[in-house]
């Protein structure tokens, strides 16, 4: 059902940011309206709930690193940026195919910062941008995915063996960081701050700590009406560990995800939520609003 609920909303917020961006020439105010569309979705339609806490101060020019559970992931994001008032500054990693979508590729070209995934071809395109940033004067949040992927199965399973191969303990509850491209862009951004998000969906607790992953790791997930009913996010400020003089960025970025594993554990532990039953109740208000529209 979710099906025919979701392709019109993206297709309509696309539209809508793509008339932003051509009137205006602002990335900021295209992305932001494009997911205040999405919030409307998820309020009326999902339910969906968000719980922050937040423990940083936000700085005009902010590096932040995060776990990347699911497809979902761009609305809790999103809606910290929204309490926090800074929406428009986000940044993100992008593929490089990904500026040719249509409507919205050109608004994602302008800002986003696009690889094709190979680092060493990638690298100088990654100092260019860190200097792009660091000669502006404009706020920004540049946020990166250092797990690379969505917590599914079978990056679950990649994700053992790389750990396996590297002499690292397996996580539990997030896949093995990548370090490489943080490290690089530490040593060329220079970020007023650096924070740490986690994200946990812990309404889908017995997904967590298995081989199975996220329900909505990707887009099919999503389509077969499995989405989360309530989001935790968790801010941490790590400035004063990852931007000192005598850092090791890859260290520290691993010493964050075993914290994070640990959180996302003590969250799901402490809410114990039955996602089938909530699935259930969000089934049966979309059927309401259906026939209330429609019949």
């Known amino acids: 059902m979710l099906l025919y609920l979701i392709f019109p909303l993206l297709l309509l917020s696309c539209i809508a940011a793509k008339i932003v961006y051509t009137m205006t020439k602002n990335y900021g105010l295209a992305q932001a309206f494009l997911f205040k569309v999405f919030f409307a979705f998820q309020w009326l339609l999902l339910g969906c709930g968000f719980t922050i806490n937040q423990h940083a101060i936000l700085k005009k020019k902010i590096f932040m690193i995060c776990n990347h559970p699911s497809y979902f992931d761009a609305l809790p994001i999103f809606w910290w940026a929204l ?33 094709k995934r190979n680092f060493d071809t990638d690298s100088q395109t990654i100092i260019n941008f860190c200097n792009q940033l660091n000669s502006s004067n404009k706020p920004y949040i540049f946020l990166i995915f250092p797990e690379g992927t969505t917590y599914s199965k079978t990056t679950i399973e990649k994700s053992n063996n ?33 924070l740490d998000m986690t994200i946990t969906y812990d309404d889908y607790a ?11 790791s990707s887009s099919n997930g999503l389509l077969k009406s499995q989405y989360p009913k309530s989001t935790i996010i968790d801010v941490h400020d790590i ?13 520290i970025v691993m010493s964050r995800w075993r914290l994070k594993d640990t959180l996302i554990q003590n969250n799901i532990t402490k809410n114990g939520y039955n996602s089938s039953t909530d699935k259930m109740i969000h089934m049966l208000i979309i059927v309401c609003i259906i026939k209330q529209l429609f019949f």
């Open 239 to 251: 400035s004063s560990e990852i931007l000192s003089e005598n850092n090791n960025v890859p260290d």
């Open 83 to 115: 309490k926090n008032g800074r929406m428009q500054d986000f940044i993100f990693v992008a593929k490089d195919s990904i500026s040719k979508a249509p409507l919205v590729g050109d608004i994602i070209k302008d800002r986003y910062l696009l690889i």
């Open 206 to 216: 017995d997904h967590y700590g298995t081989k199975n992953g996220i329900p909505f």
């Open 162 to 194: 790389y750990a396996t191969e590297h002499k690292i303990v397996p996580f539990k509850n997030v896949l093995c960081p990548r370090v490489l491209g943080t490290d690089l862009i530490l040593k060329y951004l220079k970020p007023d701050c650096v």
